[in-house]
């Protein structure tokens, strides 16, 4: 999966719009974070803290919570070696709970 890949897959989620921050790209859907570009392998998807639990149990490979994000609501996706499914899941779950948000 390459960024590319989540910008078509963030994109095509209603209300989300691409961004960018640093010359980095992000999701938001009506301001609120989905997603954002750490570095070209990367991504950082919003995360409930059950979910993240879960994903990061299940998917060790794809999915990892640096000691930065430790204390958020974020999970850090490996996109090169992720699995890319869990990795579409992630990101309509973000969608989902930033959409319940508002």
Do not use: C, K, N
């Not at 691409?18 to 570095?39: N, P, S």
């Not at 990892?64 to 779950?93: N, Q, Y």
Request: aromatic share 8%; no cysteine.
């Amino acid at each position: 999966m390459t960024i590319d890949d989540v910008g078509r897959l963030a994109g095509a989620l209603a209300g989300v719009r691409r961004t960018t921050r640093d010359g980095l790209a992000e999701w938001r859907y009506h301001g609120r974070l989905v997603a954002r570009q750490l570095d070209h392998g990367q991504v950082v998807i919003r995360a409930e803290f059950e979910y993240r639990d879960s994903v990061v149990r299940q998917f060790p490979a794809t999915f990892s919570i640096p000691a930065r994000f430790a204390r958020h609501m974020m999970v850090v996706a490996d996109l090169a070696a992720g699995d890319h499914g869990a990795i579409e899941d992630a990101l309509e779950a973000a969608w989902q709970l930033q959409r319940s948000a508002g």
